[in-house]
């Protein structure tokens, strides 16, 4: 249940409303002036309506229309007066509006929606000869039933129907992978519903609590991920760490179980570019859950927006890690060109002294004939007619047209995720929409804290020396915040910097923070205020 505030509209002003009265919400169904009609009832008398336009809601209150998707889960939603004030929003003719607060609890739509979600499907076999009452079940459910209600009989290996069986079990399925192996989490002689599927075929559907869907999933993850190590796709090691990422991470063990599941084995010469990135990317947003998710769908890609140093180069390397796939990085200029990226034919000797045309893979190239992910770095500084010849290998198409080689078709495994810095920075420009469409765009907001990463680069960082200099970057965060300077003056990279090269028997820390980040600011104004910080934080 969540808590929220909705604004009543009287019907008559000289009804007494007094703090701690409770009340009833309703919708009035057929109401001909306003389908999203709810009622507001004191005891048993109607005595007014929820608010439904913005210029009658009071501030942080819900108009009518928000509250009735609620009605479809509850009959009645309980409220409690919180303020008995009248409250004037707008004058109509010289009459005041009054409006009453009222504190309401609303049902957890999403959860709701989520345990519709938790079923196991179970594939129902058997014939009519060894189970006669089969045909019955199937007539019942073609007339005038859709579903029958039966029992999930584990230990008979059969689906039961008013003590008669009616086949066994041939498969169990969860998010359309096989459980069969996983029976033993499931209770037994638990209901099941049955179904018809294409006129003939019997399925039973099982409703999952929380606890057996959470085991299930860590069971078929761990099963998936041996298998994986089995085949040599990954290694103990490797494999050992990405559990611990995603558990640390809050990465669901469905959602990296379905990624296991695309790995594939890479050649040598491919495997160069198959490796953990030096540090992964901490998540404090939720945008690594979000974009393993966009990614497991066709054919989409992602673009991740934000400050200098807010880890998106980083963010990307650690998918690639995460998805097991060999990483290109292409990092756009103005100069960058076609060729740069798609290749280009040049003169070969053979063993025999002759002169042979050949065609040199770009990186693009490369990434969409072996199955990469293709890290596209500052994006929005390339020059547009570049962009423009990727459109359709970004798109349902999934192809390419090259000259020298014709027609190509993405490896199943290729992907696109691109970097873009915030469109204040100088030098960049406005991407084009059909090259924009074609991604996701997820935006990277600024550590609010930057003490734990700084930490995780320089593990002989003390805790002490990251706090000034975590005291320092929120102190520059502030200035920005207020306008006095330019968040071009801010980076992060200038404070890891900092952090690997503080060494006191060689360097002081205020000699380091200057290097480092005074140097970086975007003017000589901006230098001043960042200087005044790091005077105040280091004697």
Known sequence: MKKTNVGIILIDEKIPFEIGDEVLLKREINNKYDENIIKCIKGKQVIGYVSSDDYTVPEDCLINKNIIPYFKLIDEIQGTVVLTENIIYRKIDDKATNVYIVEVYLPDIENREKEKNKKAEVIIGGTKKEYPY?????????????????????????????????????????????????????????????????????????????????????????????????????????????LEYIKENNIPDFLFAKILETYIKYSNKD?????????????????????????????????????RGAGKSTLAETIAWIFNRPAITIS????????????????????????????????????????????????????????????SVLDHRREVYIPELGQIKAHKNFMA???????????????????????????????????????????????????????????????????????????????????????????????????CVLNQGDNEDDKKHIMNIINMEVL
């Not at 998936?224 to 290694?235: C, P, Q, T």
């Not at 053979?350 to 990186?363: A, S």
């Not at 207020?482 to 968040?487: A, K």
Request: net charge neutral; with cysteine; proline share 2%.
């Open 332 to 391: 756009f200029s103005r100069d960058t060109d076609k060729y740069d990226i798609w290749g280009y034919k040049t003169i070969d000797i053979t063993k025999e002294g002759e002169k042979k045309v050949i065609f040199i893979d770009g990186p693009l190239t490369k990434a969409i004939r072996q199955g990469y992910i293709v890290i596209f770095d500052e994006i929005n500084v390339a020059d547009p007619g570049v962009l423009e010849s990727m459109n």
């Open 417 to 515: 995720i691109t970097t873009e810095n915030n469109d204040t920075y100088q030098g960049v420009n406005k991407l084009n929409e059909a090259f924009r469409d074609r991604f996701i765009r997820i935006k990277c907001l600024p550590y609010e804290s930057i003490k734990d990463l700084l930490i995780i680069k320089n593990s002989k960082l003390t805790l002490e020396i990251a706090e000034i200099l975590d005291s320092i970057y929120k102190g520059i965060r502030k200035l920005i915040k207020e306008g006095e300077i330019s968040e071009k003056s801010l980076t992060i990279r200038g404070f890891e910097n900092a952090a690997l090269s503080y060494e006191p028997e060689i360097v002081s820390l205020k000699e380091v923070l200057i290097d």
């Open 134 to 242: 089969r045909e019955k079940i199937i007539e019942m459910i073609n007339s005038d039933q859709k579903s029958i209600e039966g029992i999930l009989s584990l230990k008979k290996e059969e689906i039961i129907v008013n003590e008669n069986a009616i086949g066994n079990i041939k498969n169990i399925l969860y998010r359309s992978n096989s459980i069969i192996d996983f029976t033993h989490i499931l209770n037994d002689d638990i209901s099941i519903i049955i179904e018809l599927k294409e006129q003939y075929k019997l399925i039973g559907k099982v409703k999952l609590n929380k606890q057996t869907e959470n085991q299930i999933n860590k069971e078929y993850l761990n099963k998936i991920a041996k298998d994986v190590v089995r085949k040599g796709l990954d290694g103990k090691e490797n494999m050992h760490e990405k």
């Open 271 to 307: 495997n160069q570019f198959l490796k953990k990135p030096q540090f992964t990317y901490i998540d404090k947003q939720g945008i690594m859950k979000r974009a393993l998710h966009y990614l497991t769908l066709n054919n989409k890609n992602l673009t991740f927006v934000g400050e």
